[in-house]
């Protein structure tokens, strides 16, 4: 786990720590289907062990590691271990095969990152580059948020306190561990959420 490290200046109370890891290991793959159709919810549960997620929201199955997030009308995204990847799309492509739909292996074109501290800190972090409501009623527990950071596409969630997940396209990543990284520094803070 990378650790954003905090120094403190003559007179300046030192801000929390904050850890930045990338995260590896995680299959990720769209499904683009009728959410609606019972055939969906059917296929999902059989292959994620989750149903559909309410619009904007994300969900962790019973299977360790697999989560079922909200992405528009059409579209869900699903996190499973790396291991479970080719499983699930086996699952879903059998499942749906007399249905219009897509299912597609995005695990080589996101990256992940972990974000964890405390809370309102993280959630100041992430706001100096994104352009929407990051506070706990704007953003909270359980919530995907579709946005941008700076000018970067990106999505945004928590599932507990003091951890938060970014997911970005891999081109960018290291762009955006520069970015999380230097807005973590000392002396930036302005407690909005504290």
């Known amino acids: 786990m990378a650790e954003t490290k905090r120094q403190t200046g003559a ?4 801000g929390p720590p904050v850890l930045i890891e990338r995260v590896a290991g995680i299959g990720m793959v769209t499904l683009r289907a009728d959410l609606a159709d019972p055939a969906t919810e059917a296929a999902l549960k059989a292959a ?7 619009r904007r929201r994300i969900l962790r199955s019973r299977r360790k590691g697999h989560l079922t997030a909200w992405m528009s009308p059409d579209e869900l995204m699903l996190f499973m271990p790396r291991e479970r990847l080719d499983r699930v799309t086996r699952s879903l492509e059998k499942a749906l095969a007399e249905h219009h739909h897509l299912v597609a292996d995005m695990s080589a074109a996101r990256a992940i990152f972990r974000l964890e501290g405390a809370d309102g800190h993280l959630r ?4 100096k580059g994104v352009p929407a409501d990051l506070s706990p009623e704007g953003l909270p527990r359980g919530e995907m948020r579709r946005t941008r950071l700076g000018a970067v596409a990106a999505g ?7 951890v938060f997940h970014l997911m970005c396209f891999r081109s960018v990543a290291e762009h955006v561990d520069l970015w999380l990284r230097t807005a973590a520094h000392e002396g930036t803070e302005a407690d909005l959420w504290h």
Request: charged share 20%; hydrophobic share 45%; no cysteine.
């Open 124 to 127: 100041e972090i992430l706001a």
């Open 48 to 54: 994620m062990g989750t149903v559909v997620p309410a």
């Open 156 to 162: 945004i969630w928590s599932l507990e306190e003091g």
């Open 11 to 14: 007179g300046q109370r030192p």
